[in-house]
T-cell receptor, first 114, second 111 residues
Framework: DTAVSQTPKYLVTQMGNDKSIKCEQN?????MYWYKQDSKKFLKIMFS???????INETVPNRFSPKSPDKAHLNLHINSLELGDSAVYFC?????????????FGSGTRLTVV | TQLLEQSPQFLSIQEGENLTVYCNSS?????LQWYRQEPGEGPVLLVT?????EVKKLKRLTFQFGDARKDSSLHITAAQPGDTGLYLC???????????FGTGTRLQVTL
């Protein structure tokens, strides 16, 4: 039973399209995150939600809109996709909103914009 | 902006060798974590260090947090092919649950 699961695993789409990535965790964690990993493997935080409330919103284009219907789900919707959006997107969760407990990551969604 | 620099960036060694990976910053962290990431997977937590000067051992892996809590090292003894992967350090300043990740060290261990 996967702790943090995200779908799809791979996403290939054309520039200008709108796409969504879904994430669910069954760990009972209060906090969920979206990270972007670029081609150099650098992981950068995009958003964080604690109990459905947005608590971190880094400098991300407003074409990216996270949605958390409940504390077990955090989805990422991307409008008007651009070539530069190509990357691997990781969902993660942590306990009690305390990062030092460690994050549990999903296996990633590789987004390729052509 | 907190920046965590890891060195070396790449490391290719033979089975049985020892190695050390470094993670340095000018910022003070309340805790620091090490993760290993394998191709096609997300990072997996190896250890969390919290106290300056702390040393933690996980089988052949030894982790140390600097006295000033600005740096950390990961030492692997007698590396094995199964240790191959991307090693990431990540620091937390205690604010808003945000982890800042390091630049990564790609390790390859060959037979």
């Amino acid at each position: 039973d996967t702790a943090v699961s995200q779908t799809p695993k791979y996403l290939v789409t054309q520039m200008g399209n709108d796409k969504s990535i879904k994430c669910e965790q069954n760990l009972g964690h209060d906090t969920m995150y979206w990270y972007k990993q670029d081609s150099k493997k650098f992981l950068k935080i995009m958003f964080s939600y604690n109990n459905k409330e947005l608590i971190i919103n880094e400098t991300v284009p407003n074409r990216f809109s996270p949605k958390s219907p409940d504390k077990a789900h955090l989805n990422l919707h991307i409008n008007s996709l651009e070539l530069g959006d190509s990357a691997v997107y990781f969902c993660a969760s942590s306990q009690a909103g305390q990062a030092h407990y460690g994050y549990t990551f999903g296996s990633g969604t590789r987004l390729t914009v052509v | 902006t907190q920046l965590l620099e890891q060195s070396p960036q790449f490391l290719s060694i033979q089975e049985g060798e020892n190695l050390t990976v470094y993670c340095n910053s000018s910022s003070v962290f309340s805790s620091l974590q090490w993760y290993r990431q394998e191709p096609g997977e997300g990072p997996v937590l190896l250890v969390t260090v919290v106290t300056g000067g702390e040393v933690k051992k996980l089988k052949r892996l030894t982790f140390q947090f600097g006295d000033a809590r600005k740096d950390s090292s990961l030492h692997i003894t007698a590396a094995q092919p199964g240790d191959t992967g991307l090693y990431l350090c990540a620091g937390n300043t205690g604010t808003a649950s945000k982890l800042t990740f390091g630049t990564g060290t790609r390790l390859q261990v060959t037979l």
